[in-house]
Every structure is written in structure tokens, then in C-alpha cells.
């Protein structure tokens, strides 16, 4: 089926190590969002893309890195995770900024120990 | 910047009967309006939007929602709720900003 593809669905890391999650969509869509979950919290936007090549920062931004070198995919990078980035992770993507909504992938669910 | 808030953390409805769903945003303008829909280990899937024209607006899984700027509301309604319903909700609120915020959930619980 189209739309987004996150990888991996679940995942353990140690304090210190890094990660990079991978977000893949097949919908030719210009944007790309990376939104962190936490109970009680709602979605939270990391970091954002409107295009090959673009990133911009988000509301949390920090222990965070991202790329866009294909304009199909959106990587998000823990430098050096830490307990505070234990969450679940979504990616999300849509045709422009407007009143589109967005399509998001299944989630990837992280736990720093 | 745009906010959103969902004043009910959970819900329980018995199946058949009728649901709303409360949201109030913030925004200085009319902003563009989104409920999503979550099941359990899944991503949010959108059940409907509002950005201008009619106020009430339909959406899938025989939901809708009306959009009131008086009371800066935009309240998810569905008739007669069914099991398969039970789910988390989100109201979301853009201003075309690529900032889209999310209130906290909404959960759902269908008792039998």
C-alpha cells in the first residue's frame, strides 16, 4: 500500500548510543515532518523539511538531527541518546503546508535504558 | 503560535449511543482544522477537516464535525458509536506554518 514507511517499529538503546530512524513515502509529497508522542503530551513536531535538501527545526528540536537528501526520505539521528527521548516516534508527510492534512507512517516505538 | 486543547483525557460511551468529542483552539485567525483518529499501535489516520465554507463538515466512518469561531470550538459528533470506534482522538489545529499542534487525546472506550 502508498504512504509512509517508518523503520524500525520498535527499538532499545543505551545512554550515549546513537540511532537513526528511517521515514520513506512513495506519495511524491514536497513535505515531511518528524512528531514525538508522549502520554498526556499529544504530538510534539521535531523537525520538518519542505523539500529536497530542506530542514527546519520544530518545536523540540534538541538531541536531534535530521537530513533530506532524497525527496522521498526523511532521516531523524540521536547523536547521543538519552532517557528523556524515550517515546514513539511518527513521521508524517503531506503535499503542501494548507488544508490537506497529513499522512503518517505507523510509528517507531524507542526506549532509552 | 496556534494551540489546541481537548478537555476530556477519556471517554466511555456505550455502544449505539451518541459521541462529542470536545476541542478548543487558539488562534488570532480562522485556522485550519483536523480530528485524527489513532488505533493502538497504529499512526493517526485523518477522519476529517475544516479550512473554509460550510461549518459542519462530514468526514469517514460516518463522523462530523462543526467548526463554531464564536466559541473557538471544532467538537467531533457521531450518531451511534460502534465497538470498532474505540480508539484515541486528536484535534489538530494549522495555520499553514508547517507547525501543526495537536491537543493531548481524547480515549475512547465502547462498553458492550
Known amino acids: 500500500n502508498a504512504g509512509v514507511t517508518q523503520t524500525p517499529k520498535f527499538r532499545v538503546l543505551k545512554t550515549g548510543q546513537s540511532m537513526t530512524l528511517l521515514c520513506a513515502q512513495d506519495m511524491n509529497h514536497e513535505y515531511m515532518y518528524w512528531y514525538r508522542q508522549d502520554p498526556g503530551m499529544g504530538l510534539r513536531l521535531i523537525h520538518y523539511s519542505v523539500g529536497e535538501g530542506t530542514t527546519a527545526k520544530g518545536e523540540v528540536p534538541d538531541g536531534y538531527n535530521v537530513s533530506r537528501l532524497k525527496k522521498q526520505n526523511f532521516l531523524l539521528g540521536l547523536e547521543s541518546a538519552a532517557p528523556s527521548q524515550t517515546s514513539v516516534y511518527f513521521c508524517?508527510?503531506?503535499?503542501?503546508?494548507?488544508?490537506?492534512?497529513?499522512?503518517f507512517g505507523s510509528g517507531t516505538r524507542l526506549t532509552v535504558v | 503560535a496556534q494551540s489546541v486543547t481537548q478537555p476530556d483525557i477519556h471517554i466511555t460511551v456505550s455502544e449505539g449511543a451518541s459521541l462529542e468529542l470536545r476541542c478548543n483552539y487558539s488562534?488570532?485567525?480562522?485556522?485550519?482544522l483536523f480530528w485524527y483518529v489513532q488505533s493502538p499501535g497504529q499512526g493517526l489516520q485523518l477522519l476529517l477537516k475544516?479550512?473554509?465554507?460550510?461549518?459542519l463538515v462530514q468526514g469517514i466512518k460516518g463522523f462530523e464535525a462543526e467548526f463554531k469561531r464564536s466559541q473557538s470550538s471544532f467538537n467531533l459528533r457521531k450518531p451511534s458509536v460502534h465497538w470498532s470506534d474505540a480508539a484515541e482522538y486528536f484535534c489538530a489545529v494549522g495555520a499553514g506554518n508547517n507547525d501543526m499542534r495537536f491537543g493531548a487525546g481524547t480515549r475512547l472506550t465502547v462498553k458492550p
Open positions: 508524517a508527510s503531506s503535499y503542501t503546508a494548507g488544508p490537506y492534512g497529513y499522512t
Open positions: 488562534y488570532g485567525a480562522t485556522p485550519y
Open positions: 475544516y479550512f473554509s465554507g460550510d461549518t
